[in-house]
């Protein structure tokens, strides 16, 4: 009689597998390989009873985004396996969870759900195995790594002191206790954003060789990515990525590539998913990674976000001290006179790489021409350094706010669809400014105002630049709205 019921409980399970295969392969159908692999890769069916489709899924991320957009889908589709699937629920299963392959639980007794399992279970492990041919690709598919870049050699500010921190924890864990995921880190160029991956790789491939870390730049994974598809070796590309425990990507803005973003999109899911970590870098947030696709956006959002800001005075002396040491190593003689070390703290304030660079200049000039280090010398050296150094960076939502404050508008006008003149002439300057203060493209512009077309933002350009040359008092304008925004 047992035995009897066992096998009804066995049968009752393969037929739920059955019915989760089933609803699987119409998601996929319904909404392609490339939606389904990002978004349902990782469900599995945690329960079925009274009725009700016990859904998880791997990240809060994922059950909000599922549950905000395909949970009607996924319940029609049950409800079309039969009356014993009336109400679907989605819930995230735990970090530690997520990590092993499990047998869904279909409300059977313990005993026949274990004597049973081969044949209840509908997923397939996480984390493939690793063959000889995938770890040799893995190697070639690594970015190449400074020997310089380690933490001993990171100077440590205010500015950079949390993200360090986040990094400092990620490589003294493991695999099994990520903690920010994804860990994304910005900041402009030269403020130690590479310096600081590359010095986390080095210690986890250090004191974790059994750890799989992978380290990319963006270009790198999209050079690698197209040569895979030109050999046909795609799926193998795709298989390696999956089976690493921590992939760091550096220079994130420089993604580019609907297809290209897709695959990452898709391995960032599975990686995550996994409870595997994942470290981001670029030159900005990810809300403002106007050239990404939107599901990239919101996954890197959905992590830890640390800004690198600009060193203060005792960084850039930290660093240029520690600059000069490393140079005396190979130039005994080299010294630099307090005074010059203090025209390059007060002068040359954007980055790390450039302080590093005004000690280079003059390490080079005093070895080549004989002459000792002065005041005068440093100050012809590094002119063109640091009238560089004095333009500041402007963005557009800079502008956008000087603008609305200057013609007494909201940004929100700024963005609208409104196309009074109080509005318009407003919208039409700062696209102007946008175009004339940023390294930001037409079409990114015009998606920053609202969405609008490219084709806007040159009229307004061209509009206000036609202006400017007869209208006296527009250019005195904007003169002030310039000066306001490099104050």
């Known amino acids: 009689m047992l035995e009897a019921e066992a096998c009804g409980v066995a049968g009752a399970a393969v037929s739920h597998a059955d019915a989760w295969a089933r609803v699987r392969g119409r998601l996929k159908a319904d909404l392609g390989e490339e939606v389904f692999s990002c978004w349902f890769a990782g469900m599995n069916v945690e329960q079925i009873e009274g009725g009700t489709v016990w859904l998880s899924v791997p990240s809060r991320f994922l059950k909000t985004w599922i549950s905000t957009h395909y949970r009607d889908k996924l319940a029609a589709l049950w409800q079309a396996e039969g009356p014993a699937y009336r109400k679907v629920e989605v819930s995230v299963r735990t970090a530690m969870r997520a990590k092993v392959e499990a047998p869904a639980r279909f409300s059977a007794p313990e005993a026949a759900r274990q004597a049973n399992a081969p044949a209840a279970r509908v997923v397939t492990p996480i984390r493939p195995a690793a063959d000889a041919a995938s770890a040799r690709l893995f190697d070639d598919i690594s970015s190449p790594l400074d020997p310089r870049y380690t933490f001993d050699n990171f100077v440590e500010g205010a500015s950079n002191r949390l993200a360090l921190a986040a990094a400092r924890q990620v490589a003294d ?26 010095a986390l ?26 040569q895979s598809l030109q050999t046909q070796s795609a799926i193998a590309f795709k298989e390696a990525l999956r089976t690493i425990d921590l992939l760091v990507i550096d220079d994130m803005q420089f993604l580019h590539g609907k297809q290209i973003q897709q695959e990452f999109c898709h391995t960032v899911n599975t990686l995550i998913d996994g409870a595997r970590q994942v470290i ?54 080299f010294s630099v006179p307090d005074d010059v070390i203090d025209f390059i703290v007060r002068n040359v304030t954007t980055s790390g790489r450039d302080l590093e660079g ?12 004989g002459l000792t280090l002065s005041l005068t010398m440093a100050e012809t050296t590094l002119k063109d350094l640091i009238r560089v150094t004095d333009t500041r960076r402007v963005k557009i939502e800079d502008i956008q706010r000087v603008v609305s404050k200057h013609y007494n508008v909201s940004k929100q006008d700024l963005l609208s669809s409104r196309r009074t003149r109080s509005i318009v002439w407003p919208r039409q300057i700062a696209m102007y400014l946008a175009k004339s203060l940023t390294l930001r493209s037409l079409p990114e512009i015009g998606r920053r105002f609202g969405g609008r077309d490219h084709t806007t933002v040159l009229h307004a350009v061209r509009k206000v630049e036609e202006l400017l040359g007869s209208d006296e008092a527009l250019t005195q304008e904007i003169e002030v709205l310039k000066r306001m925004l490099e104050a």
């Open 201 to 226: 790789t080095h210690h986890l491939k250090a004191e974790h060789p059994e750890m799989r870390v992978l380290y990319l730049t963006a270009e790198h994974f999209m050079y690698r990515f197209v």
């Open 280 to 333: 981001v870098a670029a030159d900005r947030p990810p809300v403002e990674l106007e050239t990404m696709d939107e599901r990239v956006r919101s996954r890197l959002s959905g992590g830890l976000l640390i800004e690198i800001g600009a060193p203060d005075a005792a960084l850039r002396r930290s660093i240029i001290e520690r600059r000069i040491a490393l140079t005396t190593q190979h130039m005994p003689g």
């Open 173 to 198: 864990g493991s695999a099994s206790a990520v903690k920010f995921n994804p860990l994304y880190i910005h900041s402009s160029v030269g403020q130690g954003k590479t310096h600081l991956l590359q």
């Open 358 to 369: 005004a000690v280079t200049r003059l390490a080079g000039h005093n070895q080549l021409t």
